[in-house]
């Protein structure tokens, strides 16, 4: 696990690998950025120059590393494009984008600019998730290990800054580790275990639903997805409260270990990527293990909705009828669309505890993808206001996300002849808003909910980039947390 701690030294007496300083765009070509000046007047102001001849721009994402010839302490300065005008998520993709670059080194400095501690913690926290990798399933000298420790270098640092970053990074690469992890590892009793090990060391409360559990309290969702499996399926309900605490709030997970598609059986090319799709509850679980050592003052239950899909002679069919808690019917016309069934079981059962908003993440559809691209989650809400409100507290938390409307006339596509609802609609169009309207029929009367469909930015197929590593990467962990603590605040 990679450290990081303050440090006020001049930067040109520290002893480290690489000293991480900001270049922005200049006539020619590149110019250090705020925050390096002492560094350039060690060598004798030849930073821009040196910048310049390697080709530097000064352009986000851009890497430039520079020897320094025994001129200071450190033998290299990397210069981190920030672009025109930096905003916190420009710098936090900088130290992340410099930090992964850095891999194998042992100590790095961070002097990137930052005006304020909001600042200096977005520096930290995009250190500490570009310093992810995981390795539990390496083997061999091949693969460089992350930069080991991280000095950060802002004279706007605090320690509850780089805390705060700190708790918000172990959260994210819980994540990161449970999304990365082969299914065949990660199987949904394996999933519970790790929530009761989070809860354990986190001092939350916590609850498991085992298969017995599930069929005896009429769970049909869960079951009926998870019953191909001989992996059976879970429901996880994790509890903080704050004797302070005026409003509840409860988060919703899809925890698919594996989907197949079951009996309506994806394309292999498809596949190989949905040990994924539990990443929704993954990202519950992190962000109640964060919620808990930030402590705002409100209370949060958290639901991993966990099963394995799969085809057998005991799974589920297309056209079989399932009984979802709390009594509604559902016809099940693809036994692709089985997120929406795990999830409806956690939705009614939210209701019991009395929430004041309702959020459900999910690596839900593809639709996703093709209206919104790999990396802006899709959000969607039964109140116009709270949309707008969950857009803005992700992208406070630097998480790129976008409002969709739920069109009422999107509801009769989901009309089914011998149940309450369909699993899917007739119509190939909307599929994203679709699965929208379907989960909306099962948030809890009177309560104000958000969806955030997250199928895209939850696995990183491409290459890494910024703090993005290549695999799971933590989506939507930090947004719920930054919900928690506007609900908290009276801010939503």
């Known amino acids: 696990m990679t450290s990081i701690g303050l440090d006020s030294a001049d930067l040109a007496g520290l002893d480290v690998d690489a000293i991480v300083i900001g270049a922005v765009p200049a006539d020619a070509g590149a110019a250090p950025a705020a925050g ?32 320094t010839l025994g001129a200071v302490t450190a033998p290299m300065v990397v210069a981190a494009g920030l672009g025109e005008s930096p905003t916190a998520e420009d710098l936090r993709r900088a130290a992340g984008a410099a930090v992964r670059a850095l891999a194998g080194s ?90 009761e ?129 709390g009594g509604k019917t559902v016809e099940v016309l693809n036994t692709d669309a089985e997120g929406r069934l795990v999830l409806a079981d956690a939705l009614v059962r939210s209701g019991e505890d009395s929430p004041d908003l309702v959020v459900d993440v999910a690596t839900l559809t593809g639709a996703q993808l093709v209206a919104l691209g790999t990396r802006t989650t899709g959000v969607m809400a039964n109140d116009d206001d709270v949309r707008e409100k969950v857009v803005a507290a992700a992208e406070r938390a630097g998480e790129a996300s976008w409002g969709m409307p739920l069109p009422a006339e999107l509801r009769k596509g989901l009309d089914s002849s011998v149940a309450d609802i369909a699993n899917i609609s007739g119509d190939r169009w909307g599929g994203m808003l679709v699965a929208g309207v379907f989960l909306r029929e099962f948030v809890p009367d009177g309560v104000k909910w958000a969806h955030l469909d997250i199928a895209g930015p939850s696995f990183q197929q491409g290459e890494a980039y910024g703090y993005t590593p290549k695999g799971g990467t933590g989506a939507a962990t930090r947004t719920l947390v930054q919900i928690a603590e506007d609900l908290a605040s009276g801010a939503l």
């Open 36 to 67: 390096a000046e002492d560094l350039d007047r060690a060598l004798d102001g030849r930073l821009a120059a040196a910048l310049g001849a390697l080709g530097a721009t000064g352009k986000p994402g851009e890497i430039t590393k520079v020897p």
């Open 106 to 195: 042992a100590k790095v400095a961070v002097a990137l600019p930052a005006a304020d501690a909001a600042e200096a913690e977005a520096v930290a926290l995009g250190a500490l998730l570009g310093a992810y990798s995981f390795d539990s399933y390496r083997t061999g000298d091949g693969h460089k290990s992350p930069v080991a420790e991280i000095r950060l270098a802002a004279p706007a640092a605090t320690d509850v800054a780089v805390e705060r970053a700190r708790v918000l990074a172990d959260a994210v690469n819980l994540v990161r580790d449970l999304v990365n992890t082969p299914p065949s590892d990660l199987t949904p009793e394996d999933l519970a275990n790790e929530a």
């Open 197 to 325: 090990r989070v809860a354990r060391e986190s001092g939350l409360g916590i609850e498991v639903l085992d298969e017995k559990a599930l069929v005896d309290g009429g769970y049909g969702g869960l079951t009926g997805v998870g019953q191909g499996s001989v992996n059976p399926p879970r429901l996880v309900r994790l509890a903080y409260s704050h004797p302070e605490a005026s409003k509840t709030l409860a988060l919703v997970g899809k925890g698919i270990t594996f989907d197949s598609g079951g009996l309506s059986l994806k394309p292999a090319g498809s596949m190989d990527w949905m040990k994924s799709d539990m990443g929704g509850a993954a990202a519950v679980l992190g962000a109640l293990a964060a919620i808990a050592e930030l402590a705002p003052k409100v209370n949060v239950v958290g639901y991993m909705a966990i099963a394995e899909n799969m085809p057998s002679g005991s799974a589920q069919r297309p056209s079989d009828v399932l009984r979802i808690y």
